[in-house]
């Protein structure tokens, strides 16, 4: 077997911890990544940390019918990267893209293509994939991002996953913060061209204008300063999972309850702010007239987000998906 490693990068997962550490979201469109200079600093990182040469990294992701994008084919183009896709289901969700990954991990096991595995994912379906290829002869180290209050020291890894793994090391700060730059500012030429286009777009619907108040753009509603009284900040919430009872650990008190409401309030308000100071004046028509449904993509960036904060266990809770869906609207509802 060759003394060689493999790189295994499901994109979601690493995009979606990147770009909540540079923009304090999920949303992709609230966050640049800079995928050469991500994908030579990882690679950069495995040989540092063994000493062997890479024999490939490969990149999972999803996309509409599992045809390349630009943005997939720009990755695909960067030297010793193979791009794996699978497909977005009618409902948003992803679909094939573990099952591609978990093939590939074991099937370069198979083969004695490579020594040693670093997987970047924290999906706990990876776990029995990651037992054969071990059963294989292959080393499989987790690659994350530090989290040093967590109790797995690194975030988002299922408990699982990460006691299946034969180690875990963690991408360093300083190459996460240059791969990922949060777009800061709306600019205000692309403000008035998505405006002109909104208002040709509308033009058929005239009659309807003096009937209802016209919709600002997004720069001018981005720039408001929504009127609520002044509430004490609340401290981040640390969802801690244990192999006994989910409800173990927990206080169970109102106050709590509240706390955890309010971080998912919080967390709705931010993603309805980077939203909207990154959209066009067509797509706030269309979310308004779509209302109370939100589009497939905000609704994941809302789940995504809260999962950072409260975790996936709390994010599941109805409750906790109405205060974020809630929180969203009113922000919203506070502008017009």
């Known amino acids: 077997m060759p003394s060689q490693t493999a790189i295994f990068i499901d994109a979601g997962f690493l995009l979606s911890l990147g770009g909540h550490r540079a923009a304090g979201t999920t949303l ?13 600093g990882i690679v950069q990182t495995v040989k540092k940390n063994t000493g062997l040469t890479n024999l490939r990294v490969y990149w999972y992701d999803a996309s509409k019918d599992g045809l390349f994008t630009e943005q997939h084919k720009r990755i695909g183009l960067i030297p010793g990267v193979k791009v794996r896709l699978g497909r977005i289901s009618y409902n948003g ?20 293509a490579a020594t040693i595995a670093y997987l970047v994912s924290g999906d706990d379906d990876l776990a029995e994939a990651v037992e054969e290829a071990q059963d294989l002869g292959m080393k499989v180290v987790l690659l994350g991002i ?84 002044p509430t004490e900040s609340l401290p981040p919430v640390e969802i801690v999972y244990t192999s006994g009872s989910a409800m173990e650990g927990y206080q169970g008190s109102a106050a709590y309850e509240q706390k955890e409401l309010a971080a998912a309030e919080d967390i709705g308000g931010k993603v309805a ?64």
């Open 28 to 40: 992709r469109s609230a966050f640049t990544t800079h995928y050469e200079s991500l994908v030579r």
């Open 273 to 336: 702010e980077s939203w909207l100071a990154l959209t066009t004046q067509a797509e706030v028509l269309e979310l308004l007239a779509d209302k109370p449904q939100l589009p497939l993509e905000i609704d994941r960036t809302l789940l995504k987000d809260c999962a950072q904060v409260l975790g996936e266990w709390k994010t599941d809770q109805q409750k906790i998906r109405r205060a974020l869906r809630g929180a969203f609207w009113d922000y919203l509802d506070r502008l017009m």
């Open 146 to 229: 530090a989290k040093p209050e967590s109790r797995l020291g690194v975030a988002s890894v299922a408990e699982h996953l990460a006691l299946t793994a034969d180690s875990i090391e963690t991408i360093s700060d300083q190459l996460l913060d240059s791969a990922f730059t949060r777009v800061i500012e709306w600019d205000q030429n692309h403000s008035k061209k998505s405006a002109t286009i909104a208002k040709a777009a509308s033009n058929t619907d005239e009659i309807l204008e003096d009937s209802k108040p016209a919709v600002p753009t997004p720069a001018v509603m981005a720039q408001k300063i929504p009127q609520s009284s």
């Open 93 to 112: 969700e992803q679909k094939g893209v573990d099952l591609r990954l978990a093939l590939d991990l074991v099937g370069v096991a198979r083969n004695r």
